[in-house]
């Protein structure tokens, strides 16, 4: 008989120890050390916590950002760094399934990805996505990912997905998931006050959330950065007037969202800490007699999508003269 679990998720919001790769990675293992000691078995972090989010995008020109760029370069990481690897062993210390947000380094001293790590509490690196389409102001700092990370984990507790922030209202993406059978699906964000006046960051969040855990019938786990005031003070030299673009209410948004749409529990807006939940995954079950939009409920004759899941190739090297005129 086919086994649906039960456990508990963890959500944190807080702010990385900005630009410090190992010291935010010691505050990300002090959060799962917590966590488990209060019974989770999965524990999601923020959008690029591994070592912050390039806010001057938002509040300088380019050209002023652009030091700050070499330094969040400097502090981006490869998979394989030494730094990687105290995280990789407290998720098999701590029994934990992992979901936290990196700067990756390409091979490219121009080229950062906004990346999502997939760990398995064997401290295994199951799985890793690349945001597709960096918003708006990020297009300054990060490239865009491909296809090839457009996939759902198996894990022990069920099948994980993760799209990180603004991805997460892209409807194509968010299907390639479900139709892969995702269960448990990571949406992790950063905290952005700069947003228009009339934007509710943290209820565009929820929302957000809410829409793909109401339309696929699974469960969501929503973790979301703060600013701490390191981070505003690293930054106030070149903007005098940082507290006044990045200091705004209802503009972080953590917790977990059921099958049915609504909050479980009770989330975090803006305060830090971690959000708990209890997961049953069987009640995914209920739900799809009514709406399956990956099997009753959807046309298939009339709808065909079709996802490209090969890696990207920069270049292809060929050692042979009648190869290399093939057309």
Request: glycine content about 6%; overall charge negative.
């Amino acid at each position: 008989m086919i086994q649906f679990h039960k456990f508990k998720a963890a959500a944190v919001q807080t702010s990385p120890v900005f630009l410090n790769v190992d010291k935010t990675i010691e505050k990300a293992i002090s959060f799962i050390k917590e966590a488990s000691s209060n019974g989770a078995k999965l524990i999601a972090f923020p959008e690029v916590f591994v070592a912050g989010y390039p806010y001057w995008n938002w509040i300088m020109t380019p050209v002023q950002g652009s030091k700050w760029y070499e330094e969040l370069y400097k502090n981006s990481v490869a998979l394989s760094d030494e730094s990687m690897k105290p995280i990789f062993q407290a998720a098999k210390n701590f029994n934990m399934h992992v979901v936290i947000g990196i700067n990756e380094r390409g091979d490219s001293y121009g080229e950062i990805y906004n990346t999502n790590l997939i760990i398995d509490n064997h401290g295994t690196l199951i799985g890793k996505h690349r945001k597709l389409v960096p918003t708006w102001a990020e297009k300054l700092t990060w490239s865009s990912g491909d296809g090839s990370s457009l996939k759902v984990y198996k894990t022990e507790i069920g099948p994980i997905g993760t799209l990180a922030c603004g991805e997460n209202t892209n409807t194509l993406a968010r299907f390639t998931l479900l139709s892969q059978g995702e269960l448990i699906h990571i949406a992790n964000y950063i905290s952005l006050p700069v947003a228009p006046p009339d934007y509710n960051m943290a209820e565009a969040i929820k929302i957000r959330a809410a829409a793909h855990s109401f339309e696929g019938k699974l469960f969501t786990i929503v973790s979301c950065s703060t600013i701490s005031k390191e981070i505003m003070d690293v930054l106030k030299p070149d903007v005098p007037n940082i507290e006044e673009l990045l200091t705004r209410k209802s503009s972080a948004f953590s917790g977990i969202i059921g099958p049915n749409g609504a909050v479980v529990g009770e989330p975090l807006i803006d305060d830090e800490g971690i959000v708990y939940a209890d997961i049953d995954l069987e009640k995914c079950i209920q739900p799809k007699q009514m709406h399956d939009i990956l099997g009753h409920y959807n046309r298939f004759d009339i709808f065909d999508l079709r996802v490209n899941t090969a890696p990207t190739r920069k270049i292809t090297f060929i050692d042979n003269q009648e190869e290399f005129n093939k057309k």
